[in-house]
């Protein structure tokens, strides 16, 4: 199992991050969207321990739609995808 993200770890990716910028949750690898944040909720969890939830709102525009390619490729939720390549194009030969 993969360790759980933990709030210090959160605040220490986030002092990287412009301040003045956005928070947006990135959602579902198999169709990766983007989500508004709207609240920061404390709780305990089934086995007593302490979770933070990053919720969203609840407001009609809270899914942005979907996430930017460069977005869905760092978690691994999708392959890179290039262009193919270009091929010379064909002439039409007049007879």
């Given at each position: 199992m993969d360790t759980e993200l933990t709030v210090g770890d959160l605040i220490g990716l986030?002092?990287?991050c412009d301040r003045d910028a956005p928070v947006r949750?990135?959602?579902n690898p198999f169709f990766p969207m983007a989500h508004r944040l709207a609240q920061v909720v404390q709780s305990v969890d089934e086995?007593?321990?302490t979770v933070v939830?990053?919720?969203e709102g609840r407001e009609a525009d809270t899914q942005f739609?979907?996430?930017p390619p460069d977005v869905a490729?760092?978690?691994a939720w999708q392959s890179p995808v290039q262009a193919p390549p270009r091929?010379?194009?064909r002439t039409a030969s007049r007879k």
């Amino acid at each position: 199992m993969d360790t759980e993200l933990t709030v210090g770890d959160l605040i220490g990716l986030l002092l990287a991050c412009d301040r003045d910028a956005p928070v947006r949750q990135a959602m579902n690898p198999f169709f990766p969207m983007a989500h508004r944040l709207a609240q920061v909720v404390q709780s305990v969890d089934e086995t007593g321990q302490t979770v933070v939830y990053l919720a969203e709102g609840r407001e009609a525009d809270t899914q942005f739609g979907h996430l930017p390619p460069d977005v869905a490729v760092e978690p691994a939720w999708q392959s890179p995808v290039q262009a193919p390549p270009r091929r010379p194009r064909r002439t039409a030969s007049r007879k």
